[in-house]
């Protein structure tokens, strides 16, 4: 027994509750400003998640892109890196299972899983881009990042207008069906939701995640050059040539994540104005738990039921579903400033003293 | 005649495109040569952009057409910009935190909070009315009398003129003044700064908030001259874009102003592009990624070498080595 109230006493996991405990509230007393009932909001948010099976499943297919951001950015931050790139990634990834779901013609026993490769081997090229500045020319990776998703937004949407796209829509045309990772018996158990085989990938990546860092010889190289790069090189080991393998791991989180999403969800690539966003909301997910697997998987389930939970806010409460984007913000923002969180345990900490 | 119309449209909307850009830049710089690490250019135009739009609308409506009230949303943007970025300054200055991350939640926090708003404000409608009165160009007296040019350069958005202006001020005052050299030297060396006296935390609070207002500037200036709305993807990249050119000028304000005109140009040319046909041999997409390219080679050292302010990035904790 004490063993668990340790566990919920340490500091890396009172952070991130405490946050979004403070995320949530400071969103209802936003809500309140704007004459809405957070309470009846926060009821329909859990509601619309987990009301029904098509909700549940619905809500899986939120989580699953959400876990290999965060394994992606989680993995970067291993070894001293800020990936901002997942997000670019991302979209590196989707385009190339798109290109390899609607050129090649193969039974779905090769073409599945040459699509998935071909998205998280896309995403790991793209992440070693910034890698390799990182280590040869000393460029910082988050503006590296920052620029190359942006290159890789344009390119997909190039790729879609020049080589892919469907006569009249803003969209590619369809991918074959023998590269969809969708699953017939998997969609009618949860009441034809989308939710699809890449779950399962994502939850296999964390597992990956935790062996290769923390189980491994290579792992340990890649957290000590995190730790320390003047040390581990001082130790003998190659610091850039860590650097340029940790931004492709971290790539093929991503950009599996990318495959996942295209070949799972929706069977065909869109034209973008804007970024989906799961890179970034990667950067939240692994900061929330700590970059550690189970964290990052923790974190995922949270901000997926909170995305998809608020379309429900707008019917259940009239609140505008953007309050959620508020809200991650603040929970992002306190795991960051974690001094502006301890001051609060802090103060609950001195109130009990006095009340005892 | 009509490559001079061509000429002149071009101009025009390179120095449209450029000005918003100049603002960003130059809020970006006195973050970063202070130390601070400011990706969150992006939300600060986003919440510049939003504020201008529903403080002008509704000084309009009071003041029934006035020519005043696109001014009064400007000024209240600036305001509204500080007070953003207060947060950021707050994390990263007095609680040390990861000014990256700290930056990414503030984006998220603005395009949150603005469509947010926008909804509350304007009975659930995703962008705001559309203003009744924007800025109007101004002509300057003589110069823009110069044949061709004159009116090329001389008549212009108010905003633009201001931003010209605030180049050269902020050269005077980060290079040339007191100030400007604590700045500098916090975002350096701020323990060398500390020892003779600076306060630290204050310069980057100052820089932070100015920061805040600059950016906020830019993305004022492009609900009042472009787009005449708020809207979602009003604010898409631009602020990353500053940021790129930020660096591309090798954090000076003259060499950012040259960074944001030449983006400036190239986002332009895609209309000039289009009329000559350039546009079935070069997509559009690539015109839009020559600026982050150019960025990432810049960085690289392959056109010329960007070395950014010694101490970016790291919070500066008093007593720390």
Redesign the interface.
């Known amino acids: 027994m004490n063993k668990w109230i340790h566990i919920f006493t340490k500091e890396s996991v009172l952070i991130p509750v405490i946050s979004t405990l403070l995320g949530l509230l400071i969103g209802a007393f936003?809500m309140l400003l704007?004459a809405y009932n957070p309470i009846q909001a926060y009821l329909s948010l859990i509601e619309k998640a987990f009301g029904d099976f098509y909700s549940i499943g619905e809500t899986i297919r939120q989580i699953t892109p959400l876990i290999f951001t965060g394994l992606s950015v989680a993995f970067a931050f291993r070894t001293g890196l800020?990936n901002?790139g997942a997000e670019g990634q991302f979209i590196m990834g989707s385009l190339a299972a798109t290109i390899v779901g609607i050129q090649l013609d193969l039974p779905w026993y090769l073409h599945m899983p040459l699509a998935v490769v071909a998205g998280g081997m896309a995403g790991g090229l793209w992440g070693v881009i910034a890698g390799y500045?990182k280590a040869k020319?000393g460029?910082?990776e988050?503006?590296?990042t920052?620029?190359?998703n942006?290159?890789s937004l344009?390119?997909s949407?190039?790729f879609v207008?020049?080589y892919l796209s469907e006569p009249g829509q803003q969209r590619s045309e369809f991918l074959k069906e023998s590269s969809w990772l969708s699953l017939q018996g998997l969609s009618q158990l949860f009441d034809n939701a989308r939710i699809h085989f890449g779950i399962l990938i994502a939850i296999l990546c964390a597992v990956i995640f935790y062996i290769v860092l923390w189980k491994t010889k290579q792992g340990y190289e890649l957290r000590a050059v995190g730790f320390n790069p003047h040390a581990a090189e001082y130790a003998g080991m190659n610091v850039g040539v860590n650097v340029m393998k940790a931004m492709f791991v971290s790539g093929v989180f991503a950009g599996l994540g990318g495959a996942a999403e295209i070949l799972g969800v929706f069977h065909y690539l869109t034209i973008n104005?804007?970024f989906p966003g799961y890179g970034?909301q990667g950067?939240?997910v692994a900061?929330i738990g700590g970059n550690t697997a189970l964290g990052t998987v923790l974190g995922a389930v949270l901000f997926g039921v909170l995305t998809f939970g608020a379309t429900g806010m707008k019917f259940g409460a009239g609140v505008?579903v953007?309050?959620?984007?508020?809200v991650?913000?603040?929970v992002?923002?306190f795991?960051?400033?974690?001094?502006?969180v301890k001051y609060v345990i802090q103060l609950f900490k001195k109130e009990k003293k006095n009340m005892l | 005649m009509e490559w001079l119309q061509v000429t002149s449209d071009l101009i025009h909307n390179t120095i449209v495109f450029a000005t918003a850009l100049i603002f960003a830049a130059l809020g970006g710089l006195y973050s970063e040569r202070s130390g601070v690490?400011n990706?969150a250019l992006e939300g600060l135009m986003t919440i510049g952009a939003f504020t201008a739009a529903v403080v002008t609308f509704y000084a309009d409506l009071m003041l029934g057409g006035s020519a005043w009230s696109p001014w009064i949303g400007f000024i209240i943007a600036m305001i509204v910009g500080i007070i953003f970025a207060l947060?950021h300054a707050?994390?990263s200055v007095?609680?040390?935190?990861?000014q990256?991350?700290?930056g990414?939640?503030?984006?998220?926090?603005a395009?949150?909070?603005g469509?947010?708003l926008t909804?509350?404000f304007f009975d659930?409608s995703a962008q705001t009315k559309t203003l009744e009165t924007t800025l109007s160009k101004w002509n300057i007296p003589f110069l823009s009398d110069i044949p061709f040019i004159g009116k090329a350069f001389f008549y212009a958005y108010p905003t633009s003129f201001l931003a010209f202006l605030l180049v050269a001020i902020s050269y005077y005052v980060l290079f040339k003044t007191p100030f400007g050299l604590r700045l500098r030297s916090v975002g350096e060396h701020p323990q060398a700064a500390d020892t003779v006296g600076i306060n630290v935390y204050r310069m980057r609070y100052l820089a932070v908030m100015i920061s805040g207002a600059l950016a906020a500037m830019g993305g004022a200036t492009i609900t009042l001259t472009t787009t005449s709305n708020f809207s979602?993807?009003t604010i898409?990249?631009q602020g990353?874009i500053a940021?790129?050119a930020l660096?591309f000028g090798k954090w000076h304000p003259v060499g950012a102003m040259f960074a944001a005109l030449f983006f400036g140009i190239a986002s332009a040319m895609k209309s000039v592009f289009q009329v000559f046909c350039v546009t079935d041999y070069i997509?559009v997409?690539?015109i839009?990624?020559f600026p982050?390219?150019l960025?990432?080679l810049v960085?690289?050292?392959i056109v010329g070498r960007a070395n950014?302010p010694a101490a970016i990035g790291r919070p500066y904790i008093k007593g720390n080595r």
Do not use: C, Q
């Open positions: 936003i704007g800020f901002i500045l020319r460029v910082h988050v503006i590296t920052i620029m190359l942006w290159i344009y390119l949407n190039y207008k020049a104005a804007a970034f950067i939240a900061l505008p953007e309050i959620i984007s508020i991650i913000a603040l992002i923002f795991v960051a400033a974690k001094g502006i | 690490v990706i947060p707050v994390a007095s609680f040390h935190a990861n990256v991350v700290s990414v939640a503030l984006n998220f926090l395009i949150g909070l469509v947010y909804k509350i659930g979602h993807n898409s990249g990353f940021l790129a660096i997509p997409d690539f839009f990624i982050y390219v960025t990432i960085l690289a050292g950014a």
